[in-house]
């Protein structure tokens, strides 16, 4: 009944963040393709595809690989949820707002684990109400990276666990958290290893089985890489063959995108881009994020043996002051040697993307302020640290839900995100690194595809169907034909008639040739070596999670 009441709470105390997810339409944001890609992937599943790799109508038409490479998780759950029946306007606010729910909850987990019930609500609501949080939301429309801000607790959380003896919990938790972030944004991923090899080190070094803990740490690494495989492991060797490389450099050049110290403290809020201290948009963390770090710090320093605060509580505290601190110097131009030494930084494009980092810490820290406070004081003053908490968590509510607010509402339906032409125009122009190398990308929307088949010369065309990966049809030709079909050629695609396997040319489209007469031909998309190997490996990094589950499961009962 207690964990029901929590989450009920948790519920309330986070709605400010969602509300607007409620008002009718949707609205405008920096990265403006939610609906489409959630509906994208919804077909796709249907159709039987998994893992997503192929969407059909972005590309301008001819389709593209999206989701070999885009961090596909959140699309996932609003696939799922077009599966059930909804609209992709209605699955992609519902994937948004399970996104924004998710952080306050798993923060909550490891707060309370931390400093305490009242510790984790601080924490939580510090958490979801960050300004960066609703940058990341109602501003960039920066799915992958708030759905990956809700796996970080979970990260850490498992680590900590096993350092507390707690190993198979430790590992199910840490593989949960570590395959999240990966499969929600995978430059989170690459940006959270130094903050994980640090927290690992801390705690190796505290242990006292340091065997125990670095073989479970080293296998909580291991099972996460092996589930989450399936995709990063084609992503990262099928990526020179797109022009994903273009994203580097220009506007998104690290060189122009630090910021300044006191950006984060404060900064006009605004819905424009990037430009440093030009920014139309603001980078702030929030000042009570700040401050209740600062006063944990100080708390931090009058800590003594009489309170009875833990070792290891001390060593996350200090780890989450370094963190901080890491990561605020991650985004000021003071770190440029680092991202010019370590060259894949430079696909981060933004420094300031560490600021979720700088919410994270701060927000956990913040709850060792109520720690201190209660081991400090004498029970009979519980009350009334509990109503100071009360206080500000109310304070923090009302101060910072007036950024959970779009810049502006569109009263277009679902259908209009959805419609054919909207998918292969104007939604394909927002994002088509992922199309392959030399493609002619179409300069207006009259050179996007109306249909799929085209012959070299006359030829009826019959039962032609489509899916998403794959369509089949039958063709009666005079004579010899070449075929075009509108499908931008990438590596996977295959061609065959009458059942056997022809040449495509090299060519941006599937091109072949077939002979006279009738003839059956059928294309699809199958695996390359990188994506049977990687499937392979996540099918028993599951096989292996799912054991460990089983033994949890069996030492309960």
């Not at 599943?45 to 070999?68: E, T």
């Not at 699309?75 to 059930?84: A, R």
């Not at 009979?380 to 509990?386: E, L, P, R, V």
């Not at 369509?471 to 070449?482: A, E, K, P």
Request: aromatic share 16%; charged share 15%.
């Amino acid at each position: 009944m207690k964990k029901i009441f929590l989450v009920v709470i948790l519920l309330l105390l986070s709605f400010w963040t969602v509300k607007p997810l409620f008002h009718q339409g949707f609205f405008n944001v920096h990265d403006n393709v939610q609906v489409e890609r959630v509906y994208e992937m919804g077909l796709a599943l249907k159709d039987g595809q998994f893992p997503v790799r192929w969407v059909k109508d972005l590309g301008y038409g001819y389709g593209y690989p999206i989701f070999n490479f885009y961090s596909p998780l959140p699309y996932y759950v609003g696939g799922l949820f077009t599966i059930l029946g909804m609209n992709a306007l209605l699955a992609t606010k519902l994937m948004m707002g399970a996104g924004i729910l998710l952080a306050a909850f798993t923060i909550f987990v490891l707060a309370k684990r931390l400093w305490g019930v009242w510790g984790g609500l601080l924490s939580a609501v510090l958490y979801v109400y960050s300004p960066y949080h609703a940058l990341d939301i109602y501003v960039r429309g920066a799915v992958g990276e708030f759905w990956a801000m809700a796996f970080l607790p979970l990260v850490f959380l498992g680590m900590y666990e096993i350092f507390k003896k707690n190993g198979l919990k430790g590992i199910i938790i840490g593989t949960c958290g570590v395959c999240g972030v990966v499969l929600s944004h995978n430059l989170t991923a690459f940006m959270i290893i130094p903050f994980m090899f640090i927290f690992f080190l801390v705690l190796l070094w505290q242990s006292s089985d340091k065997k125990r803990y670095l073989i479970n740490t080293i296998f909580l690494i291991f099972l996460s890489s092996a589930i989450s495989a399936f995709y990063w492991l084609p992503a990262l060797l099928e990526m020179n063959l797109t022009n994903v490389y273009s994203q580097i450099g220009g506007g998104a050049d690290f060189h122009k995108n630090f910021i300044a110290l006191s950006q984060i403290w404060d900064f006009p809020w605004g819905f424009g881009g990037s430009a440093g201290l030009l920014s139309g948009m603001s980078f702030k963390i929030g000042k009570p994020n700040i401050l209740l770090m600062a006063l944990a710090v100080l708390f931090g320093i009058l800590i003594n043996k009489k309170y009875k605060v833990y070792n290891d509580q001390k060593s996350v505290f200090l780890l989450g002051v370094f963190g901080f601190l890491l990561s605020v110097f991650l985004t000021n131009k003071l770190s440029q040697p680092i991202w010019e030494l370590i060259k894949p930084m430079a696909f981060i494009q933004y420094p300031w993307r560490f600021l979720e980092f700088s919410v994270f810490f701060s927000s956990l820290l913040s709850g060792f302020v109520v720690l201190f406070l209660t081991k400090k004081m004498d029970k009979n003053k519980s009350t009334g640290i509990n109503f100071i908490i009360i206080i500000i968590i109310i304070f923090v509510i009302a101060f910072h839900s007036k950024y959970f607010v779009p810049q502006q509402y569109l009263n277009l339906s679902s259908d209009y995100y959805t419609s054919p032409l909207h998918l292969k125009w104007e939604a394909s122009k927002i994002s088509d690194e992922y199309l392959s190398k030399n493609f002619p990308v179409p300069k207006f929307f009259g050179k996007i595809p109306n249909k799929t088949v085209y012959t070299g010369s006359p030829a009826k065309i019959n039962d032609l169907m489509q899916k998403t990966d794959a369509l089949s049809f039958r063709i009666s030709s005079q004579s010899y034909n070449t075929i075009t079909l509108a499908i931008a050629n990438f590596p996977g695609w295959k061609v065959w008639v009458d059942n056997k396997p022809v040449l495509i040319a090299d060519s941006p489209y599937l091109i072949f040739t077939v002979s006279k007469g009738e003839h059956k031909i059928e294309a699809a998309i199958t695996n390359t070596a990188a994506r049977s190997t990687a499937n392979l490996i996540s099918l028993l990094g599951i096989a292996i999670f799912g054991v460990i589950l089983a033994g949890i499961k069996y030492e309960k009962s």
